[in-house]
């Protein structure tokens, strides 16, 4: 089993930034894939960002350019840094991971951002 923890969310005006942080732990040998989702009321989950082990990135065509994925791969950690924020960037963010086939969630982090 792995566990994630997530940290970072809140408030904040548009043309703001937050960092976002999703730490894992538990059985881990090797974590191929870490990745942001955000859900937003009455949407369905979308993809913002992952990133492989090896560093190799992939965004949502809404973010690219403001957000930006990383990780630690010796502290199981990723992190999703997010600039230029605007209203329709406010939801729910979930933390996934993905190893050996298996998915993990974190448990979420609100993210609202003020026009």
């Known amino acids: 089993q792995v566990q994630l923890v997530e940290s970072g969310g809140g408030l904040v005006q548009a043309g703001g930034s937050l960092r976002l942080s999703c730490a894992a732990s538990g059985s881990i040998f090797r974590i191929n894939y870490m990745g942001w989702y955000r859900q937003a009321p009455g949407k369905q989950r979308e993809l913002v960002a992952a990133i492989t082990f090896g560093g190799g990135t992939n965004y949502a065509d809404s973010v690219k350019g403001r957000f930006t994925i990383s990780r630690d791969n010796a502290k199981n950690t990723v992190y999703l840094q997010m600039s230029n924020l605007k209203p329709e960037d406010t939801a729910v963010y979930y933390c996934?991971?993905?190893?050996?086939?298996?998915?993990?969630w974190g448990q979420g982090t609100q993210v609202t951002v003020s026009s």
């Open positions: 996934h991971v993905q190893q050996w086939g298996l998915d993990y």
